[in-house]
C-alpha cells in the first residue's frame, strides 16, 4: 500500500480573516491554513509589512493515521488607520522545501476608520434677520467610502440635502463635504441635524440649533438682542430605527 503522505501534495497556505469589518484600534483574528505535509516538522511566521507578528501556537494534525498532516496558525492582528495599505503574510516552512510557502492578505478588506465628523456655521455671533447662513457637515478620513450624509431640520418632514459620492485623499481614506444655506424661517430657532451612515452599518449624528436675534425698534443691527446659540450635541446611534427616519427632529 502506498500510504498518501509518501507523495505529499503541498497546498498553498489560505488566510482567512473577520467575517465582518473591524475598527481601528480592534484586533481581527487570521488564519492561515495549509495541508499535504509528510511530517509534522512544520513552522509558521505572521509578518505584517515585513515585521514580525506574534501568533498562538499553531495546530498541527493527521485526519487519519496514513494521512499527510494538516496545519492551522491563528494570529490576532490590532489594525491601525494606517493599516489601509498593510498587508499580512503568512509563510510555512518544512525540511522538504525549497523555500517557504507563502500567503498574503490585504488588511483594508476588513478594516473600518470611522469617519470624524464635524459641523460648523459661515456666520460668528450673533446671526442678523434675513442673513444667510452656511451650514457645512464634513465626514473626515473613514474607509471604506461607502457613506451617506443627509441634512435634517427640525421644522421639515424630510432632509433637506443629501450626497453620498465620497472623495478619496491619497493616504487611502475618503472625505465628504456636505454644504447647506439657510437664513431665518418661520421659527426664532431653528435645529439642523447633519446625519451620516458609514459602511451601511454605523450610523452617527450631529446638530446644531441656531437662535436668530430680533432687531429692537428704532434700533440699528448694534443694539440686537443677543442672539446666536449653538448647542452642539455628537453621539452614535446603533439603532436601525435612525435610518428609516425615526429620529426626525
Known amino acids: 500500500m502506498i500510504f498518501r503522505w509518501l507523495t505529499p501534495y503541498h497546498q498553498v497556505p489560505t488566510i482567512t480573516g473577520p467575517s465582518h469589518r473591524v475598527n481601528a484600534g480592534a484586533k481581527g483574528k487570521f488564519v492561515c491554513s495549509s495541508r499535504g505535509f509528510p511530517s509534522k516538522n512544520i513552522t509558521v511566521k505572521w509578518t505584517k509589512n515585513r515585521q514580525p507578528v506574534q501568533a498562538l501556537r499553531p495546530n498541527i494534525f493527521q485526519k487519519s493515521p496514513n494521512s499527510s498532516y494538516e496545519i492551522h496558525s491563528t494570529a490576532s492582528v490590532q489594525l491601525t488607520e494606517q493599516d489601509?495599505?498593510?498587508?499580512?503574510?503568512?509563510?510555512?516552512?518544512?525540511?522538504?522545501?525549497?523555500?517557504?510557502?507563502?500567503?498574503?492578505?490585504?488588511?483594508?478588506?476588513?478594516?473600518?476608520?470611522?469617519?470624524?465628523?464635524?459641523?460648523?456655521?459661515?456666520?460668528?455671533?450673533?446671526?442678523?434677520?434675513?442673513?444667510?447662513?452656511?451650514?457645512?457637515?464634513?465626514?473626515?478620513?473613514?474607509?471604506?467610502?461607502?457613506?451617506?450624509?443627509?441634512?435634517?431640520?427640525?421644522?421639515?418632514?424630510?432632509?433637506?440635502?443629501?450626497?453620498?459620492?465620497?472623495?478619496?485623499?491619497?493616504?487611502?481614506?475618503?472625505?465628504?463635504?456636505?454644504?447647506?444655506?439657510?437664513?431665518?424661517?418661520?421659527?426664532?430657532?431653528?435645529?439642523?441635524?447633519?446625519?451620516?451612515?458609514?459602511?451601511?452599518?454605523?450610523?452617527?449624528?450631529?446638530?446644531?440649533t441656531l437662535k436668530f436675534g430680533m432687531l429692537l425698534e428704532g434700533s440699528t443691527g448694534k443694539h440686537s438682542v443677543p442672539s446666536h446659540k449653538l448647542v452642539v450635541r455628537t453621539r452614535r446611534v446603533r439603532s436601525p430605527a435612525l435610518e428609516a427616519g425615526a429620529l426626525r427632529l
Open 84 to 208: 489601509i495599505n498593510s498587508k499580512l503574510t503568512c509563510k510555512i516552512q518544512h525540511p522538504s522545501f525549497s523555500k517557504p510557502l507563502e500567503q498574503s492578505f490585504d488588511l483594508n478588506n476588513v478594516l473600518r476608520v470611522a469617519p470624524k465628523v464635524t459641523l460648523t456655521t459661515s456666520h460668528p455671533s450673533p446671526i442678523p434677520l434675513n442673513q444667510s447662513v452656511k451650514l457645512t457637515c464634513k465626514a473626515d478620513n473613514f474607509y471604506p467610502g461607502d457613506i451617506s450624509v443627509s441634512w435634517w431640520r427640525s421644522d421639515y418632514s424630510n432632509y433637506t440635502a443629501k450626497d453620498n459620492n465620497s472623495r478619496g485623499y491619497g493616504n487611502g481614506t475618503y472625505h465628504l463635504s456636505l454644504p447647506l444655506s439657510t437664513r431665518k424661517t418661520g421659527k426664532m430657532e431653528t435645529t439642523y441635524m447633519c446625519q451620516v451612515i458609514h459602511d451601511s452599518e454605523k450610523i452617527y449624528y450631529v446638530s446644531k
